[in-house]
């Protein structure tokens, strides 16, 4: 036999050879690579997203739909940023460093009059009895809270709800001590004694009760501030016009996982507790206090309207807040660069 054949002989064999153990392979072992290699291909060409949340029990979603699978099972690459201190979320958006970020839209307005490119994609819940007013136990009424101490963080939500609180009961900004501090200062001052009352949202409002006994005087649960407190989803203006894709599979993974916390209620718990200081049965108690919006509500909220739940309108509202308590110089004549109804529209299209 000379050089060439014995050449062939030796390709021939190891052709053979290959081929008789990728025969030998079992169906199980080609399906599991077959799987690898697609969710491989899903995520090698997208961008990774990097969504920012904090302790707000809505937002706590957002760790179960990362550890329960639902952004591989759309491929997209997404890494979800807990920050303990909200202003340094909040900040992270307008820079960029963040891609996403779950705010209170009070909370986003200052930044966006101040020129920040940012964008309303979507709400993600109403408060509805996750924010509040706590204040000690000698104190029935809101009423009684004339020349009394109050903890509250400047411009956020909560400042909102004290106010709307305080007219309610006929008493102004004017008859009140209001302290500025962030939401868990003002719990922890609360809880020492060394404030008369907070406005506060969850947990440490759960938290400020359960140390002092203390009277919750009102909660966004209360009819007359439905929709005031909407947290919505927002997005960094750059990072829209390169990641599109990757933040709608974002936000297709939040809407699949619905059906986890419906009908699966144990896992989905379980899955926020592995990763927030959370138990199962006090994130269910949390979740009492959060209204978690649909795909169809979203709809509603992108469209013209004159309650709190139309976004626009809220906006508007909230703007006047600002200025009239000089956190804004000015209030913008319309919010309507501030929402883009386009990404939600596309993600719903796909979905329904």
């Not at 718990?269 to 994130?283: L, N, W």
Request: proline share 2%; charged share 25%.
């Amino acid at each position: 036999m000379n050089m060439k054949k014995k050449l062939l002989s030796i390709v021939m064999t190891v052709v053979l050879t290959v081929s008789m153990c990728a025969c030998g392979k079992s169906s199980t072992d080609t399906n599991t690579g077959s799987a690898a290699a697609t969710e491989a291909a899903k995520t090698e060409n997208t961008e990774k997203i990097v969504l920012g949340i904090n302790d707000w029990p809505g937002s706590y979603w957002w760790l179960a739909v990362d550890d329960l699978g639902y952004f591989k099972e759309q491929g997209v690459d997404v890494e979800v940023k807990l920050f303990s201190n909200y202003s340094d979320g909040l900040n992270a958006l307008i820079s960029g460093s963040v891609d996403m970020f779950v705010p209170a839209l009070a909370d986003i307005i200052p930044g966006y009059v101040n020129g920040g490119n940012i964008k309303v994609v979507m709400v993600q819940d109403f408060s509805a009895g996750a924010d509040g007013v706590i204040a000690k136990s000698d104190i029935k009424d809101a009423k009684d809270l004339k020349g009394k101490n109050i903890g509250i963080e400047f411009g956020g939500s909560d400042h909102l709800l004290l106010l709307k609180c305080l007219e309610n009961a006929g008493l102004t900004t004017d008859d009140v001590n209001l302290v500025n501090m962030s939401t868990g200062d003002a719990a922890n001052a609360f809880i020492s004694g060394s404030l008369d009352a907070a406005a506060v949202w969850e947990p440490s409002l759960s938290m400020a009760q359960k140390e002092t006994g203390g009277n919750i005087l009102a909660t966004s649960g209360d009819k007359e501030y439905e929709g005031l407190i909407p947290a919505v989803l927002a997005v960094n203006g750059d990072s829209l016009q390169t990641k599109r894709n990757e933040m709608k599979s974002v936000m297709k993974a939040w809407y699949n996982a619905r059906d986890a916390y419906e009908n699966n209620f144990d896992e989905f718990a379980k899955a926020v507790s592995a990763h927030a200081e959370v138990t199962p049965d006090e994130f269910q108690t949390l979740m009492d206090g959060c209204d978690v919006r649909t795909m169809e509500e979203n709809v509603e909220a992108f469209k013209d309207g004159d309650s709190y739940v139309n976004l626009e309108n809220c906006a508007e509202m909230l703007g006047g807040f600002l200025k009239d308590n000089g956190l804004i110089s000015e209030a913008p004549d319309n919010y309507s660069d501030l929402f883009d109804s386009s990404l939600f529209e596309e993600v719903y299209e796909e979905l329904k």
